[in-house]
């Protein structure tokens, strides 16, 4: 273990274990740390703790350490880690139930603009049922404060590029029952306590 996850009376929550026990689902307590999960993890090599320290600092209760940390939000949900985990701890759902919290509780993110772009990504399927780019992007951008003009140059120059190759759309496409897709989207949030 690296000296920067070993705790100190401050830094422990002695709740937080239990809490994301509570609401991941997720039983942490039976991973032993035998670290497949992190030698099957493609985004370990981007992430400040790779998925089992994240795991182990959630025992510890190291709240502040993992709401703080990159490794939340790098996480791709690609599923090779509950994969192999031989007690098939959902890494994946952790992740995610890890950056709803670190969002709830107001932690500071490394990266500011990961949380925005988290936040807008469900926008347009919320709208249309599916996503729309163009206005994902044009969120994002509002949002995170990303209006110089290299950027809106690199965003143009990408988007056409993606139109001309039929790889995006200007007009969003709507499913038919959007309605029921609002509704998932009420029940979630009613059951996170939003």
Known sequence: MSD?????KN???PTFAERVRRESGVAIDRCYQCLTCTLGCDAAYAMDYPPNQIVRLCQMGMKDKVFSSSSIWVCTACEA???RCPNEIDIPHLMDTLHQMALADG???KVPSVPVFHKVFLAPIKLFGRQFEVMMMGLFMLRAGKFSISDIKTNI???LGMFLRNKLKFIPHRI???KAVKEIFRQTLEGRGK
């Open 4 to 8: 920067n996850m070993t705790p100190s």
């Open 11 to 13: 830094d422990c929550d």
């Open 81 to 83: 880690c509950v994969t």
């Open 107 to 109: 932690s500071p993110v």
């Open 157 to 159: 120059t990408l988007g």
């Open 176 to 178: 038919r029952d959007t």
